[in-house]
């Protein structure tokens, strides 16, 4: 059956007119819904941040890690360390952040060369469970405040207004999140269609070849890595501020789990699946403790086990397949 000119045509504007609605939500969202509910929504972009991250390292160049909360933490630990020792301005510590998560990410890669698989998961495991302790560490505690952690000022909106409209301090935090989530989303995509992102496959699917075609499989490895890193440590940066506190136990292994859980509820190998494990992320494990004060997490758990059965592919697979259906049916 041939496919109709009109649908022709505009098959290839819905992912920009799909975009522009969404940023024109994403802007208008915050003067409809309480602050808490901002607090919350900014939260969401945070992860989002994260889970891109993740994704590079596990979805697209093989590797696995159950220790990204370190990296966030480490984030986080460097933009409330700048800010309350240092007395730095808030946006200038997130790429500071940003470069150090890099740094450390890509010297964490190197060794991890030499493991594959779980070995590699269990050492990733290891720097989640040590990182907190050592930012517990008496001879650490005139940096990271030890067990207490380090409370910073939140920072006020620049502006006292937006098209007439009220820009109290969550809701220029969440414009602020915002910015930086779409800065750190056109990188990843670019990264992912570029040249780094074709060798990253390549690795995944046949390091063999990869390697017999003179891609440096060592490198690739290792920057991935580092990459990963950067994108969580920037989430961990952004979350410190727009949270106004750090503490070792808000990054517990715990924290790693929920960010692979996030990833593989909203889709491997998705941008947009960031967005949706993210959502998972913040508002599900809150819906499970409505739904039963008792055991909450055995309500999380049953809903984890239903999207899994429902959505294998993960939410944002789910929707790629229900628009190739709908395209199908309209041709």
Known sequence: MSTSPSL???????????????????????FFITNYHVFQASLVLCYAIALVGLNILIGYSGQISLGHGAFMAIGAYTTAVLMD??????????????????????????????????????????????????????????????????????PESPFESLFGLKLNSDRWLYFFTLAVTVIMFVIGWNLIRGRVGRALIAIRDQPIAAASMGINTPLYKSLAFGVSAMFTGVAGGLSAI??????????????????????????????????????????????????????????????????????????????????????????
């Open 8 to 30: 022709t045509h505009a098959a290839p504007a819905l992912p920009w007119i799909r975009l522009i609605l969404g940023m024109g939500g994403a802007c208008a969202l915050p």
């Open 85 to 154: 020792k240092f007395e730095m301005p808030y946006w200038m510590t997130i790429p500071i952040a940003a470069a150090v998560c890099l740094a450390v990410g890509f010297l964490f890669g190197l060794p991890a060369l030499r493991l594959e698989g779980h070995y590699l998961a269990l050492a990733t495991f290891a720097l989640a469970v040590a990182l907190p302790q050592l930012l517990k560490f008496k001879h650490l505690e005139f940096l990271t405040g030890g067990v207490q952690g380090i409370v910073i000022m939140k």
């Open 242 to 331: 727009l949270v106004a506190f750090v503490a070792p136990d808000s990054f517990t292994v715990f924290l790693s789990i929920t960010l692979m859980v996030g990833m593989v509820i909203g889709g491997v190998t998705s941008l947009p699946g960031a967005l949706y494990g993210a959502i998972f992320v913040q508002f599900v494990p809150n819906l499970a403790d409505q739904i039963s004060k008792a055991a909450p997490w055995a309500i999380y758990g049953t809903l984890l086990i239903l999207f899994m059965y429902v959505m294998p592919t993960g939410i944002a697979g789910a929707l790629r397949l229900l628009g190739q259906k709908l395209r199908a049916l309209m041709t």
